[in-house]
Each structure stands twice: as C-alpha cells, then as structure tokens.
C-alpha cells in the first residue's frame, strides 16, 4: 500500500539547521509531486514548499524562501526537507504530503506521519 | 496570496447532528478546494476534493459544496468519531494555503 514514512523526532538548538526525510513506497515515486507542512504546537497548518520528485525541482513559500531546501533521492525514493538558522517558532511537527503531478483538483493523500522538531536552547 | 477564512472556529454538537462549516477564499477559486480531519496526534486525512468529490473510503455522510469563494462541509449525522478539526485547503495557485480550522467537539 501507498506508505511515507518519516525520521524521528529531533531535537535541535536555535541556529543550528535539521534535515527531515519521508520514505515513500507502494507506488512510482516520480509520478507525484512531494509537499512539506507544518504544524506548531495547538496551531493549524502551514504549507512550506513543494518539490518534483521527477527532477527535483522546488517552488517554496516566501516565509521560508533561503532558509528551507528541498531535495530527493530517487535511488531510495525519498524527499528530504532542510530548514537552517531554527528559532523557538520552528518547533512544529512537520508532515510531507504526497499529490499526483497531472491534477490540479486532487488532495493530498497520503500524509506522513509527522516529524516532531523542537528548537530549545 | 489567497486567504481561507473558516467559520466557526469551534463548534460544540452532538451525536446526530447535522453540521455544516463554512470556508470563505479571499478570492476565486473555482472548485480547486479539499477538506482534511485531523485528529490529536494524527496526521490529516483527505475527506473531499475538487470541492464535491469524496475521497474513496470516506463515509458518505460527509459531503462538499461551493465553488468560487464560498464553501461548505456538512456532516449528516454526526458520528463519536467525527469529533476532530477541520481544515479547508485551496489547490489553485501557490502557496497552497490552508483554512484556519474548525474544531468539533462533544456537547
């Protein structure tokens, strides 16, 4: 069945970076786009970015746009999201999200199961 | 960028209700909008797209409506395991951005 699997829960200090990553399986991995969100402690979600698992390209958020890379590794069918210079208000858990490339009407189904990240001093 | 304004915010019903949340865009969008339930802990699950369409597996009691800039989940009758947020998302031009939810709770 259709699967992404994420890292563990990280814990980090402000300004260092973390790099998060989502395992996909069960289906082709370059025929869906890959979508990173996040979620802070009793808040609602943000959209952070979207990357081509196809040939890698990104298109982010304005919010992080120098501070948040994107990247995959279609050997392992995996996307890797890497956030620098983290501050308290990046304590969130982050989610990838998967959608079919030809769709602008489709959701995002499957999600991962979240990559809690916690940036504290 | 588009904005998604959700109303309400929280909403106390009870079991065998009939509930309906709202999701106003800021602008047009066509019939380029979802609808997630999250539950504490989960991550979101896809309930509809394109505005109306169910997403396979979900409960028929859940439907969409709208198109444009206003629009509309309901649940039929409401089930102990519907209790859970509610977010809108509009698909149609990036960012991709997401209401800022609803949460159902037990009267």
């Known amino acids: 069945q259709v699967q992404l699997v994420q890292s563990g829960a990280e814990v980090k200090k402000p300004g260092a970076s973390v790099k998060v990553s989502c395992k996909a399986s069960g289906y082709t991995f370059t025929s869906y786009y890959m979508h990173w969100v996040r979620q802070a402690p009793g808040q609602g979600l943000e959209w952070m970015g979207i990357i081509n698992p196809s040939g890698g390209s990104t298109s982010y958020a304005q919010k992080f746009q120098g501070r948040v890379t994107m990247t995959r590794d279609t050997s392992t069918s995996t996307v890797y999201m890497e956030l620098s210079s983290l501050r308290s208000e990046d304590t969130a858990v982050y989610y990838c999200?998967?959608?079919?490339?030809?769709?602008?009407?489709?959701?995002?189904?499957?999600w991962g199961q979240g990559t809690l990240v916690t940036v504290s001093s | 960028d588009i904005q998604l304004t959700q109303s309400p915010s929280f909403l106390s019903a009870s079991v065998g209700d009939r509930v309906t949340i709202t999701c106003r865009a800021s602008?047009?969008?066509?019939?380029?909008l979802a609808w997630y339930q999250q539950k504490p802990g989960k991550a979101p699950k896809l309930l509809i797209y394109?505005?109306?369409t169910l997403q396979s597996g979900v409960p028929s009691r859940f439907s969409g409506s709208g198109s444009g800039t206003e629009f509309t989940l309901t649940i039929s009758s409401l089930q102990p395991e519907d209790f859970a947020t509610y977010y809108c998302q509009q698909l149609n031009s990036y960012p991709l951005a997401f209401g800022g939810g609803t949460k159902v709770e037990i009267k």
């Open positions: 999200a998967r959608r079919p490339q030809l769709s602008m009407v489709a959701g995002f189904d499957p």
């Open positions: 602008q047009g969008i066509s019939s380029y």
């Open positions: 394109a505005a109306s």
